[in-house]
DNA sequence: CTGTTAGCGCCTTCAG
DNA sequence: CTGAAGGCGCTAACAG
C-alpha cells in the first residue's frame, strides 16, 4: 500500500512509508530524520518534506524500547487537590517540557497501598525519573528503594521519608516554625497550642521542633498539653479545635502545621465567637490562596511551591546526565508572611 | 548469565531468564503469567514463583508496542491548582485505575500553544485516550481532530469544544445560572451584573444566556451596561469589580462566571467597606471550598466535579470496548447552593 | 499442553 | 553517503 493510500486511511505513517516512497531504506529515514551528518542533504530535505506532508509521528514506544528511555518523569503526590501540590507540579512541569521530557502525574491519595501500586506502574512504564511527596501513611520505603537499584534519579519533596537516602528538596521547616513562633511571642503570645501533622513525617517532626526551640529560647515552657497531633486537612483541623475547646484549655494562640488545618481553626473559633487575633491568634504554614481569603487574613510561613518544583526537576536532570553516587539535598528558605490573624499589638 | 546473576546485578529480568531457568519458552512463560488455560498447572505455578522471587516486572513498553496499546488516558486540564479541575481528576483516575488504566495529566495553562503541545506529545505517547477541558484561548480545534480519526476516544468536559464532533460530559449550565439568578431576583434584586467568562467558550455563553432569560422571565430588563466579560481568575475578578465600581454603574447584585470570579469580587467590595449582602449580593458557580471560608460565606451553584470525571472516564471505557459512530453527551445536574452572601430577606 | 516463528517500529553497528 | 541486518521485550498465530 503506498504511503498515499495509508495516510488517506489514518493508518500510522511509519519509517518505511517514507523509505518506500523515496526508494531509499529506513535507516537513511530514521537518520535523516534526525539530521544526521552523514546523510546527504537533498536525501535529508525530501525526507523532512514527506513527513512533513504526511504528518509523521515518530512512535515513541518503538522508539522507547529500543532506548531505554521513555523520556518521562513520573511525580507521585498525596493529593492533588492542594494548592501546594499543584503548584509544585507547575514547577516541575516547567523545567521538564523545556527539556523536551514528559510528566506523568499519580496521586496516592495519602494511601499506603496506592502509593505503591502507583510507583509499579510508573517502574513498569519505565520512567526515567520519579519525584515523590510520600502519602501520610508511608513508613516502609522498600517500593522506592527499586528505582535506586535500578538506577533510576529517585526525587523526594515536601515530605521525606525516613530510612532512605536519596535527593531532597525541602525547605527549613525547623527555621519557618521557628520564626513564626517567635513572631507569636513577639506579638505577647503566651500559651501557643500547636496543631501538629502525622508526626511519623519529618517535616511535622521539623515544625514541631521549631515551635519548641522558640518557646525554650523565650523562656516559656515546653506544655505537652498544648500539643495535639491533628493532619492536613481543613476537617482535622476543625475537629481538633473543638477538642481543644472542649478540653477548657486555655491558649493565646494556636500553630498549625499548614493552613487548610489553620483555616480549619479560624472557621470554628469564629463560628463560637472566639475573636482572632484578639482571644486567639491563629498562624499556619504554607500561604495557600485561602490566607488572603479568610478574615482576618492568615500569618502563615510562605514556601516557594513552585520553586521547590523547578528545584526537584533540576535535580532529575543532572541526576540523568551524570548519575552520581552522591545524592543532593537542597533546603530552600521560607518567608514569614504575616497578615492580620497574628498581630495583637498596633491594632 | 544466569537469573540470579543478573538479578544481583539489578538487570532487568525478562521472559527469557525466568524460560531459561525453568527450561520452558518464553511463550510458555509469557501465557502462564497471563494465566492462560492452555498451561500446566505445574508449570504456571512455577513461573509464578520465579517471577515473584525475582520481582519480574514486566516491560509495559514493549507490550505496548505489540497490542498497540498503552492501557494510558491522556487528560488535558487549563489548570491543575482550580480545585474544579482536580477533583474531576480525583474522579477520572478513580475509575480508569480500577479499570486497569494509567492516568497521564498536562496542564495547557490556558495557553492555546502548549495545549496543541501536550496533545502531540499524548499522540505520540499513544494514549488509549484523551479527556479535555480545553484552554480558554483555543478556537482551532485541528490538534483533537488527529485523535477523532486515529479513532482514538476523545472526550470533551466542562469546557466543551465549538466546530467538532465528540462525547462531552458537562452541566447544565444555563439551567444553574437560570437558578441562581432567579434566587437572587427572589431576593429583591433588580440590578444583577453579571461578570461573564471568556465568550468564545461555550459555558461562558451559557451562563449568560441563562442570567438573561431568568431576567426576562421575571421582567427585567437586559442591560448591557451590568454585563462584564472577565475570566475565570481571582485577579479578574478583583480589576472587573474595580472598574464596575470607577464606571460607578449602580448594583444589587454580582453574578460571577465561578468562584475564584466571586471571591476576587467580594474581597474588592469587602476592602472599599461595601456590605454584602446588605448593598451588593454575590453569587458565584461551582463551590469551591473557598466558598465556605470567605465571609459571609458564598451562594454558588454546586457542580459534581467528582462525578464529572467518573462520567468522562466511564465514556472512555464504553468507546474503547466498541468504538461507535455515535457520540455519547452526558449533561449532569448543578444544585443551587445557598449560602450568606446573597441572604437579604429574613435576616 | 508447549515450542517455533515472526513481527510491533525504531535505532545503530557494520559493511559497503 | 547509504543499505542490510539484528535486536529492544513481548505476544500471538501456527504448528506440533
Redesign the pocket.
Known amino acids: 500500500m503506498s504511503i498515499e493510500d495509508r495516510y488517506k486511511l489514518n493508518k500510522?505513517i511509519?519509517?518505511?512509508d517514507i523509505?518506500n516512497e523515496l526508494?531509499?531504506?529506513?535507516?537513511?529515514v530514521?537518520?535523516?530524520?534526525?539530521n544526521?551528518?552523514?546523510?546527504?542533504?537533498?536525501?535529508?530535505k525530501a525526507v523532512h518534506e514527506l513527513a512533513k506532508k504526511y504528518n509523521?509521528q515518530?512512535?515513541a514506544?518503538?522508539?522507547s524500547?529500543?532506548?531505554?528511555s521513555t523520556k518521562t518523569i513520573g511525580v507521585i503526590v498525596p493529593i492533588l487537590s492542594h494548592y501546594f501540590f499543584s503548584t509544585v507540579i507547575a514547577g516541575i512541569e516547567d523545567v521538564a517540557y523545556k527539556a523536551g521530557y514528559k510528566v506523568i502525574i499519580c496521586q496516592s491519595h495519602e494511601l499506603y497501598e496506592r502509593e505503591v501500586i502507583v510507583s509499579k506502574t510508573l517502574l513498569s512504564a519505565k520512567v526515567d525519573g520519579l519525584i515523590v511527596s510520600v502519602s501520610k501513611e508511608t513508613v516502609n520505603m522498600d517500593h522506592f528503594q527499586q528505582f535506586l537499584d535500578k538506577n533510576i534519579p529517585l526525587i523526594f519533596f515536601d515530605r521525606l521519608p525516613t530510612g532512605i537516602q536519596s535527593n531532597s528538596v525541602s525547605v527549613d521547616d525547623y527555621e519557618g516554625a521557628f520564626k513564626i513562633v517567635e513572631h507569636l511571642i513577639e506579638q505577647g503570645c503566651k500559651r501557643i497550642a500547636h496543631f501538629t501533622g502525622p508526626l511519623n513525617i519529618a517535616l511535622a517532626q521539623n515544625r514541631l521542633q521549631g515551635y519548641k526551640d522558640a518557646l525554650r529560647k523565650h523562656h516559656i515552657p515546653v506544655n505537652d498539653e498544648l500539643i495535639y497531633e491533628c493532619g492536613f486537612e481543613r476537617t482535622q483541623g476543625i475537629t481538633t479545635t473543638e477538642k481543644l475547646l472542649t478540653d477548657q484549655v486555655s491558649v493565646d494562640a494556636i500553630f498549625a502545621v499548614c493552613d487548610p488545618v489553620a483555616i480549619g481553626v479560624m472557621l470554628t473559633l469564629k463560628q463560637k465567637s472566639i475573636k482572632i487575633p484578639h482571644d486567639i491568634a491563629v498562624v499556619g504554614f504554607n500561604d495557600d490562596p485561602t490566607a488572603t481569603v479568610i478574615d482576618p487574613p492568615l500569618t502563615t510561613v510562605a514556601q516557594p511551591a513552585f520553586e521547590i518544583g523547578v528545584a526537584a526537576a533540576d535535580i532529575f536532570l543532572k541526576q540523568v546526565i551524570g548519575p552520581s553516587r552522591s545524592y543532593i539535598k537542597e533546603v530552600l528558605k521560607t518567608n514569614l508572611t504575616i497578615r492580620q490573624s497574628s498581630l495583637r499589638k498596633n491594632r
Do not use: D, M, W
Open positions: 500510522e511509519t519509517l518505511i523509505a526508494n531509499v531504506s529506513k535507516s537513511t530514521s537518520r535523516a530524520l534526525q544526521h551528518h552523514s546523510i546527504g542533504a537533498e536525501t535529508t509523521y515518530p512512535n514506544i518503538a522508539s524500547l529500543f532506548k531505554k
